[in-house]
């Protein structure tokens, strides 16, 4: 049996973006797939790569440790390429 997930800190807007979808233009989105993406790797994902913080720093604001923080990083990039490459559309969502 899996452990319960640790409450994570996220002092950004993100709440307001939950069930807002992002996608290419022009397609219609009966056409797309969705790649859900959630709002602790949106959270992870602002804090290293736009406000510079260290994945140890980020770890600290969020209330988690560094390395969830690398697992969320890696998670939400891989996602977000993903939907870049192969057109996607990006569900986001708590």
Request: proline letters at 4%; hydrophobic letters at 40%; charged letters at 30%.
């Amino acid at each position: 049996m899996p452990r319960c997930k640790k409450q994570r800190i996220c002092s950004c807007s993100f709440y307001r973006l939950k069930g807002q979808v992002f996608k290419p233009m022009g397609i219609p989105m009966t056409d797309l797939p969705i790649i859900r993406l959630n709002h602790d790797e949106l959270e992870a994902m602002k804090l290293c790569d736009m406000d510079d913080l260290t994945q140890a720093e980020a770890g600290q604001r969020m209330g988690i440790s560094r390395g969830t923080v690398q697992r969320l990083l890696m998670s939400a990039r891989k996602k977000a390429i993903k939907a870049i490459i192969e057109q996607s559309a990006i569900l986001i969502e708590q």
